[in-house]
């Protein structure tokens, strides 16, 4: 698989999580990862395609035993600098995990299927190596939010340009391939466009953390 992420778009990426906009879109996306993953302290956490440690932060600071691989050294840089020695991070795979089976009580993989040359290959290794949840975050194709980076990546080519979107109905089916008839919950968060998120904190509360197939960021659990 082709490495996406060098050290510019590392560094570039990190400064996003870090103003306004950026703390504000994590905030709302990890609180759905935390609903849905309902992960208790103390329990082991893969996330695959971990990037800059942004969300591994989020689970270590619930309580969570954590450790995050990634196909980018540039984007692991970056993480280890954010967690320190706190959270092992290492260089894989998601297609090819270095783990035994059932090697974890939940694997999460967020904003990382976009960025997978066959994430069917990725979902069943994810499975794989969990022994009980997987949870899912992805950029929602119909959304906003979705809409406006792919028209963007059309006329200035970049990571969104070469990133694949998906639908809540896509990345259902994609999962089906892998485990039939597979128990899922799944909800959004992001509704309203960045600009507006300011001032109707109150209406985008309303309108996240539930079966909205609008919202910016979907989030998905498998439970095994």
């Known amino acids: 698989m082709k490495i996406l992420f060098d050290e510019k778009i590392a560094r570039s990426y990190d400064r996003w999580a ?14 759905l990862l935390l609903k849905l993953g309902d992960m208790a302290t103390g329990q082991t956490v893969l996330e695959v395609g971990c990037g800059t440690g942004i969300h591994l932060s989020l689970f270590l600071k619930e309580g969570m035993n954590v450790m995050g691989i990634d196909i980018s050294p540039h984007m692991l840089r970056v993480a280890r600098q954010r967690l320190s020695s706190r959270v092992q991070v290492v260089v894989a795979d998601a297609r090819d995990l270095p783990f035994r089976d059932t090697s974890f009580d939940c694997v999460a993989l967020i904003t990382t299927l976009e960025f997978v040359g066959e994430p069917d290959q990725a979902v069943q290794e994810a499975i794989r190596v969990s022994r009980g949840k997987v ?22 080519p970049g990571i969104f340009s070469r990133a694949r979107f998906y639908s809540i109905w896509e990345l259902k089916r994609l999962i089906a391939k892998v485990v039939p008839a597979p128990n899922v919950t799944w909800a959004s968060s992001l509704v309203l466009p960045m600009s507006l998120q300011p001032f109707l904190t109150r209406l985008e509360r309303r309108l996240s953390f539930r079966r909205n197939p609008l919202g910016a960021f979907l989030g998905l659990m498998v439970r095994l």
């Open 135 to 156: 949870l899912f975050g992805v950029l929602n194709k119909y959304s906003l939010l979705g809409l406006k980076r792919r028209m963007r990546g059309i006329f200035r």
């Open 18 to 31: 870090k103003i306004p906009s950026g703390r504000k879109a994590y905030a709302l996306e990890g609180e």
